[in-house]
């Protein structure tokens, strides 16, 4: 069982960036695959981006790559995306997620959720 805490979401005007992380709590964090998605009003949940246990390994949604950065810190149990280059379409609730598996891009593999926190990029 892992419980996870995102922080860092805001307010931001287009072009802007913000520092996303998330806290997780329990001694197995390296046995995870970490990742973020996000969901803006009326629209369903959406892969953003996934790191692998090391943090050797990264995926990206295409409407994100080059511009957002996943990281992880395994001895501060915690997962970070860096977003640059913020336009007003990434505005969302973002979440973090973790999974036991290596299924990176499918939301139904992960196994815990934490409560996310709100982006909104102004035009």
């Known amino acids: 069982q892992v419980q996870l805490v995102e922080s860092g979401g805001g307010l931001v005007q287009a072009g802007g960036s913000l520092r996303l992380s998330c806290a997780a709590s329990?001694?197995?964090?390296?046995?995870?695959?970490m990742g973020w998605f996000r969901q803006a009003p009326g629209k369903e949940r959406e892969f953003v981006a996934a790191i692998n246990w090391s943090g050797g390994t990264t995926y990206y949604a295409d409407s994100v790559k080059g511009r957002f950065t996943i990281s992880r810190d395994n001895a501060k149990n915690t997962v970070y995306m860096q977003m640059n280059s913020l336009k007003p379409e990434d505005t969302a609730v973002y979440l973090c997620?973790?999974?036991?598996?290596?299924?990176?891009?499918?939301?139904?593999?992960?196994?815990?959720w934490g409560q996310g926190t709100q982006v909104t990029v102004s035009s």
């Open positions: 997620a973790a999974q036991y598996s290596s299924r990176h891009y499918l939301l139904g593999a992960y196994d815990f």
């Open positions: 329990g001694r197995t964090f390296t046995s995870y695959t």
